[in-house]
């Protein structure tokens, strides 16, 4: 369970080499802040943060949780990473 006054911090690898530092943070009425921050071998490969509306906490918890499995979340970060793809 996610203390209220503290971010819950999650690594999940995601393809290869290629490993997503989650942050999970509450912003109260707003809900819930995700910041991923991407490494790949080891070296800092970039940033992204998405707000995290209308989730609950167990809701908000699981998506910074399960990253790799997030379609959204992984056409967000291969756009990121590449530029736009059909």
């Known amino acids: ?47 992204l943060s998405f707000n995290l509306h209308n989730h609950s906490q167990i809701e908000a918890d699981q998506v910074a949780r399960n990253v790799a499995t997030n379609p959204f979340l992984m056409k967000e970060i291969d756009e990121y990473l590449w530029g736009e793809s059909d």
């Open 1 to 47: 369970m996610i203390d209220e006054n503290q971010d819950s911090h999650y690594i999940t690898q995601l393809d290869g080499n290629l490993r997503a530092a989650t942050t999970l943070r509450d912003i109260g009425n707003d809900g819930w802040l995700l910041l991923i921050h991407l490494s790949y071998e080891g070296c800092p490969a970039g940033n």
